[in-house]
Structure formats: C-alpha cells, structure tokens
C-alpha cells in the first residue's frame, strides 16, 4: 500500500507545466495526459527481438484536468522497439522514441482568445510501453503508457528557440490506430 500511495503522489507532482506525448498539451496542467492519434507506422527489423519505427500521424491531446480543451495536431516520429517475445512484433513492447510535432488549438474548444498558442511547435523524446493488437495485415491498436520530456515553442518562431525552456517530465495514457507494416528479415 505504501507503494501504491507514493507512486500516486508523483503522478500527481509530475509536472506543473506538463506536455504529452509527440502530440502534447501545451497548456499549464498537472501532468496526466490522455491521447488519441491516427497513425501510420513502417517497423524495420534488425534483430529478433527489435524493430527500427518511422512513424507520421495526427491526433488530439487534453490533461486529465482539462478534457473538454483537446490540443489538436501532426507528429512525424523515429521509434526504437524492443518486443519481449522473438520474431512476434506484436502484443507488449517498450519503445523510445524522439518526435517532431505541429500543434493547433482550435479556438471553438476553449472559447477564450488564444493569443500566442494557436500554433505550436515541439520536439520530444520519451519511451512507451505498448501493446500492439492486429486488427488484420495492415491495421493495428496500440493502446499505451508513455513518459516524455517535451521541448517546446508557443509562437511561429525558429525550433531553436524551443530549447530555451527547461521541459518536463509528462505521463501519458494513449492510443494510437492505424496502418502498422513491419518489415521482417
């Protein structure tokens, strides 16, 4: 119990200016995040157990305080899996993973002037633990549990201006649909 009980402290004392994800919340939150992406994915093996990811996709995130203000965006990735039954590609895997991502928070959800978040840019490294579900060849659900630190940039300016914040450390529940290739050996 008393694990449990510290383990809920720090999620709650995760972050006071949380993110999520490749496609992040860019707004002051708590540190919870869920996500809901549409993704495409082309998995390289290069070991049994390993496979090298190219991802490109768009989705929408919101902190668990603030579900009705989702931020919406695109997010290109590069992911290294490591999967914890050979050859399978498939069910449990741990990935880490660094992404480019555009961000938009339409107006219509937060019914409020959004003056300097309206675009957004971000690059984010993190790792996830998945579990990747076949749909059938081409189509898979990876329902996931994600940490990342997020740099960030709230104005149209260049990316090296996004490295001038200190980032945070952001826990997200995720997931992720769509086209899943994986080009074995």
């Known amino acids: ?26 707004f002051r939150s708590f540190g919870l995040c869920l996500s809901l992406e549409l993704i495409a994915n ?4 290069f070991t049994k157990y390993h496979t090298f990811n190219i991802w490109i996709g768009t989705g929408a995130v919101s902190s668990i305080n603030s579900l009705k203000h989702p931020a919406l965006g695109s997010e290109v990735a590069i992911e290294l899996r490591h999967y914890f039954k050979p050859n399978s590609f498939r069910n449990f895997n741990m990935g880490i993973y ?17 003056k300097g978040y309206e675009n957004l840019r971000g690059f984010v490294p993190g790792i996830k633990l998945t579990y990747k579900l076949r749909i059938n060849k081409l189509l898979a659900i990876e329902p ?36 899943n290739h994986v080009k074995s050996f």
């Open 1 to 26: 119990m008393k694990k449990v009980l510290i383990i809920i402290i720090l999620l709650f004392q995760v972050n006071h200016a949380s993110k999520a994800d490749v496609i992040y919340d860019p």
């Open 144 to 179: 996931y549990f994600g940490a990342s630190t997020p740099f960030y940039i709230d104005q149209a300016n260049s990316f090296d201006d996004m490295f001038k914040d200190e980032p945070g450390l952001i826990i997200t529940f995720g997931i992720r649909v769509g086209i």
């Open 42 to 45: 082309y998995e390289m093996q």
């Open 98 to 114: 660094a992404g480019l991502a555009f961000m938009h928070n339409a107006p219509y959800f937060y019914g409020e002037d959004l």
